[in-house]
Nanobody, 121 residues
Framework: QVQPVESGGGLVQAGGSLRLSCAAS????????TGWFRQAPGKEQQFIAA????????YYADSVKGRFTISRDNAKNMVYLQMNSLKPEDTARYYC??????????????WGQGTQVTVSS
């Protein structure tokens, strides 16, 4: 597939963990950066984390720093988001996207359909 496809969402209790996966074609993952975003109902889309094509550089939003980890396996054309110590405010639909630029300033133009994460209190 050309567009990223997310998986791994679900319902988890506060304090729990989930690992999201993002799969796409080699062409998509050859882009400069791949990132994770989220959007909760009634709220604006929020940047979560990004990783460079090589995997050497990562960048996180302050709200998830220390709790979430982005990684990639280029041999499998996969990007992951490990989410630990989840909070109810992490509840949102999570999207994977690829694009040009840097981890701190990417321009994303290839988006997946998202996967829902719900954290219960």
């Amino acid at each position: 597939q050309v567009q990223p496809v997310e998986s791994g969402g679900g319902l988890v209790q506060a304090g729990g963990s989930l690992r999201l996966s993002c799969a796409a074609s080699r062409r998509t993952f050859s882009r400069d950066v791949t990132g994770w975003f989220r959007q909760a109902p009634g709220k604006e889309q929020q940047f979560i984390a990004a990783i460079s094509r090589s995997g050497d550089s990562t960048y996180y939003a302050d709200s998830v720093k220390g709790r979430f980890t982005i990684s990639r396996d280029n041999a499998k054309n996969m990007v992951y988001l490990q989410m630990n110590s989840l909070k109810p405010e992490d509840t949102a639909r999570y999207y994977c996207a690829a694009g040009a630029g840097t981890v701190g300033g990417g321009h994303y133009d290839s988006w997946g359909q998202g996967t829902q994460v719900t954290v219960s209190s």
